[in-house]
């Protein structure tokens, strides 16, 4: 019986998954909704120090398509947020998570929009820097758009925005306690790298039969190409994981500016 072959997209992600636990980007916590669905992940994320988020525990998911990373995921808010590039249901909108064509009602550039490139580790680093920048040029909540640009205006003197996402900073405390997380409220305890270990060992498994389809496929190639050409000798060619070093999150001043 054929052995059908895993799509490159859950190699894709069972790749870059194992890479954000064992490097993970700073002020963020990456599972999987299931232990048997690579295409939904759950994020938790900490509100950077000295910033209006400060000791805040966000929870979203990320869906990604089959055809990842040919297509961007979505990235969904499960905490309530009041925030001028997230809607309602807590959908971000931020241009690096839209498909790469060419739309010029939009104002955005084919550049700054998906590309196959990207990767989750280059989305939590853009909604982190995002969450304390606001875009307001096109704001996804007008209200917050126009809330915040009084605020920043009025250099902190005008508080509603920032009362507001205090409240909701605070009643993240709960969920917290709930889910047994502590919260980092210090730079020291932010910037900590700590491998997040599996609940079980249905993660390593499911990487073992990834790599096992691997290896079958490379070894129907050889088997191929000794059959073509008998007696010359096959390879096999193996990828080294792109180590990518994760950096602390850098604190920029509260006030925010309009560069997306």
């Given at each position: ?117 990207q990767n989750v580790r280059t ?138």
């Amino acid at each position: 019986m054929a052995h059908q072959a895993t799509p490159s997209s859950q190699k894709a992600l069972m790749m870059e998954l194992k890479s954000l636990q064992e490097q993970p980007v700073e002020g963020f916590r990456i599972t999987l909704v299931e232990e048997s669905d690579l295409y939904n992940w759950e994020v938790a994320i900490f509100g950077p120090p000295n910033t209006l988020y400060e000791g805040g525990y966000f929870k979203a998911h990320i869906k990604f398509p089959v055809d990842y990373p040919y297509s961007p995921p979505t990235f969904r808010f499960l905490t309530k947020m009041w925030h001028p590039n997230i809607y309602e249901n807590g959908d971000v909108c931020i241009s690096i998570l839209h498909p790469p064509v060419d739309d010029p009602q939009s104002g955005e550039l084919p550049s700054e929009r998906w590309n196959p490139t990207q990767n989750v580790r280059t989305i939590l680093l853009s909604v982190i820097s995002l969450l304390n920048e606001p875009n307001t040029f096109s704001p996804a909540n007008v209200d917050a758009s126009v809330m915040f640009r009084k605020w920043r205006d009025s250099k902190g003197k005008d508080k509603e925005y920032a009362e507001i996402i205090r409240k909701q900073v605070l009643s993240t405390t709960a969920e917290a306690e709930r889910d047994g997380v502590k919260v980092p409220t210090t730079l020291a305890e932010y910037c900590v790298q700590t491998r997040v270990p599996s609940q079980d060992s249905s993660s390593d498994l499911l990487y073992d039969d990834l790599y096992d389809d691997d290896m079958e496929e490379e070894e129907e190639d050889d088997d191929d190409s000794e059959l073509e050409s008998v007696g010359e000798a096959g390879g096999l060619s193996t990828l080294d994981d792109d180590g990518m070093s994760s950096r602390c999150y850098d604190n920029q001043d509260d006030s925010g500016n309009e560069d997306s």
